[in-house]
């Protein structure tokens, strides 16, 4: 599903990443784990095309996304690839299912199907009742699993989440854990995911830690 082969990038003369290399299969959920300042939030801007190498490459379903023109490169993302972050970035304007909406509208689906895929999605993460609800009226954990509603709604081959629990409590950060295996175990889907958690990176199904750029430890959890 993903493969990044040699990918380094250096900001000045200080080297984030470090010649990186690695492969995540179709339904696995990796988790990257290691101490601030590892580069592991570079590495998953690398691969998730929001940043470029200095050289290294990355396939996506055989796709090498960084030799894509910048147009072309946009649209697979936005078809490919789906983003959660620590704050959830919402649009606070917008209801829950017009948030999930957004990349289906970016895609040109019309507005009647994208909002019975958003309704989909949001009940496949819990939220069938507060579809209608602005940002303001949701809790945290809410929030977080209308953003990832929002990473899957265009089902993408992989999501990338960057600390997507770091700005909850420990109980909402379980669930959305949770929520992730259900969603691998129910949908198929891939995850690459960052934490300092270590309890709940143990919930993945393997953990790469990283250290001063490069990987430096790598452990099967499930």
Request: net charge positive.
């Amino acid at each position: 599903m993903l493969s990044a082969k040699d990918l380094s990038k250096k900001y000045a003369t200080f080297t984030v990443v470090n010649n990186v290399s690695l492969d995540v299969a179709k339904g696995e959920i990796v988790s990257i784990t290691g101490p601030s300042g590892a580069g592991k939030s570079t590495l998953l801007h690398l691969l998730g095309g929001l940043d470029k190498p200095d050289s290294g490459k990355v396939l996506i379903d055989g796709t090498d996304l960084l030799q894509l023109p910048a147009k072309k490169q946009a649209r697979f993302r936005n078809a490919n690839i789906g983003f959660v972050f620590q704050f959830h970035h919402l649009l606070p304007e917008f209801s829950a299912i017009e948030n999930v909406c957004v990349p289906l509208w970016i895609k040109g689906v019309s507005k009647k199907e994208a909002m019975e895929q958003a309704t989909e999605m949001l009940g496949i993460v819990g939220l069938s009742h507060r579809l209608g609800n602005k940002p303001s009226e949701l809790s945290g954990g809410e929030q977080q699993r209308v953003a990832i509603a929002r990473a899957l709604v265009t089902r993408p081959a992989v999501v990338m989440a960057d600390e997507p629990t770091g700005n909850l409590d420990s109980e909402n950060a379980h669930l959305v854990h949770k929520l992730f295996v259900d969603l691998r175990d129910k949908l198929g889907q891939t995850f690459v995911m960052i934490t300092h958690n270590d309890a709940l990176a143990q919930m993945t199904d393997r953990t790469l830690m990283m250290q001063d750029g490069r990987i430096v430890n790598k452990r099967t959890n499930r």
